[in-house]
């Protein structure tokens, strides 16, 4: 009967920590931006280090995309970033941004530097 107890008691461990992994993330937004515009969104912390990955799409010209940590109010907005909270960045028409990010840490995903009106697609997964 121990047996009997302890096995389910195990089982019911187990099914209960199936459902304790980091949450499927899929962020999707759009941006309509005209030059010099700067747009962004945070991301709450995650429990769990975890890679991150960013797609990118403009429909007119280049514009310049941020993964950045530990942001506070307008951090990235009215300047270029600081280097210390650029986990990684990329300039183009489209692109992917991967990156390790480590347990509790925000993020904010910020676009900026477009020269033309254009309409900026991300999509975050993990």
Partial sequence: ??????GS???LIGWFCLG???AKLR???TFTMEAGDVKYFDLDPISKSQT????????????Y???????QGDDGVHEIPPKEKILTSKNGKSGTL????????PL????RGVSQKTEVKLTMTN
Avoid at 98 to 105: E, F, L, N, S
Avoid at 108 to 111: A, D, F, I, K, S
Wanted: net charge negative.
């Fill in 1 to 6: 009967m121990r047996w009997s107890i302890a």
């Fill in 9 to 11: 008691l195990v089982a």
């Fill in 20 to 22: 304790c992994g980091p």
């Fill in 27 to 29: 962020e999707n937004h």
């Fill in 52 to 63: 991150i990955t960013v797609d990118f799409s403009s429909s007119h010209g280049d514009a």
């Fill in 65 to 71: 995309v941020y993964v950045l940590k530990d942001c």
């Fill in 98 to 105: 991967v990156v390790d990010v480590a347990a509790q840490t």
């Fill in 108 to 111: 904010r995903v910020l676009v």
